[in-house]
């Protein structure tokens, strides 16, 4: 009982320590696409911790708010990543229509 | 006997997974460009999803369904995401480190807008 409590605590601390550097990353980041990969890697991890609280509190219904929240988070990261993407090529296109008119 | 032996599997794969997060942050922190940070954080938090995923299915079977489903689910959509982001990455034109030698990706750029120049 008191092994298995162990192997808990340091699994637990392994994803915590990864999900700090993750928010480290985030922010000191240099640029908006690190900030958006953090978030991503933070999100994954979160799914692995939540199926780990499913585990302990031997509770079936973690596992489906691991799934909805996986889902949801894709979702927000093809919209903030098609956002920055548009927003370069909407640049480059105003540039060169600066270009034109001058 | 078999109680104990799924537990030791459950518990080995469960750290391993905590292990490949641990590990995917600190690629994250330490990797000197946005390229290979990507790519260490998500083939390491891919791999240990899966890794974790499964050792929670295995310690609980009455998981293993949703497990394999939450496998599937991180199969499908990680590096879907991870390919949208490097692309708006590209696009934007942020730089690679001073080691970088090959981009592969760069002919496909300029055939396309050269291609789509000729055509207009």
Do not use: W
């Not at chain 2, 310690?59 to 490097?86: E, H, R």
């Amino acid at each position: 009982m008191s092994g298995s409590l162990l192997i808990d605590l340091i699994v637990f601390g392994l994803t915590g320590l990864g999900i700090f550097f993750s928010l480290l990353r985030f922010l000191l980041g240099p640029s908006s696409f690190e900030r958006l990969m953090a978030v991503d890697m933070m999100n994954v991890m979160v799914i692995g911790l939540v199926s780990l609280i499913a585990y302990i509190f031997k509770n079936n219904m973690y596992m489906d708010i691991a799934i909805l929240y996986g889902l949801l988070s894709f979702i927000e990261t093809i919209v903030f990543a098609r956002y920055l993407e548009n927003q370069a090529v909407n640049n480059a296109e105003s540039k060169s229509v600066d270009g034109d008119v001058k | 006997m078999t109680g104990l032996i799924q537990q030791i599997v459950g518990y080995t794969l469960t750290a391993l997974g905590a292990l490949f997060y641990f590990y995917a942050g600190l690629g994250l922190l330490r990797m000197p460009d946005f390229y290979t940070k990507l790519q260490a954080s998500t083939k390491a938090t891919t791999l240990g999803t899966f890794s974790v995923a499964l050792g929670v299915g295995i310690l609980n079977p009455a998981f293993l369904g949703k497990a394999l489903l939450l496998i599937a689910f991180i199969a499908l959509t990680n590096p879907v995401a991870s390919s949208v982001m490097i692309r708006a990455a590209y696009k934007n034109k942020v730089p690679a480190c001073k080691e970088t030698v090959v981009d592969e990706i760069a002919s496909v750029y300029t055939t396309q807008e050269n291609g789509g120049e000729n055509h207009e």
